[in-house]
Nanobody, 127 residues
Framework: QVQLVESGGGLAQAGGSLRLVCAAS????????LGWFRQAPGKEREFVAA????????TYEDSVKGRFTISRDNAKNAVILRMSSLKPEDTAVYYC????????????????????WGQGTQVTVTS
């Protein structure tokens, strides 16, 4: 069992930065692939970024490549999403997720491979 709690969301101006942290409980944290998803009002939840259990492989949605960075600290049971050059279209509730699956750039983008989800944190970017 893994419990995930996100923090670090808030209000930012376009071009600014935010750092989201997902704290996980559970001794088997290091075995899980980790992902960040987001959901804007009236839209489907969409993939943002993911990291393999080792952290050696990462995957990004095209619109965030070069702006967002995912990293994990297995010793602290945490996964971090650093967001820079923020745009108003990045406004959404951001969720972290964990799952045990065979990691690939394709598989990591699927919501269904993740078993555990956090409650989400709001990110609002103003122009």
């Amino acid at each position: 069992q893994v419990q995930l709690v996100e923090s670090g969301g808030g209000l930012a101006q376009a071009g600014g930065s935010l750092r989201l942290v997902c704290a996980a409980s559970g001794r088997t944290f290091r075995r899980y692939g980790l992902g960040w998803f987001r959901q804007a009002p009236g839209k489907e939840r969409e993939f943002v970024a993911a990291s393999s259990w080792s952290g050696h492989r990462t995957t990004y949605e095209d619109s965030v490549k070069g702006r967002f960075t995912i990293s994990r600290d297995n010793a602290k049971n945490a996964v971090i999403l650093r967001m820079s050059s923020l745009k108003p279209e990045d406004t959404a509730v951001y969720y972290c997720a964990a799952g045990t699956f065979d990691y690939s750039d394709s598989t990591a983008t699927f919501k269904d491979v993740y078993d555990y989800w956090g409650q989400g944190t709001q990110v609002t970017v103003t122009s």
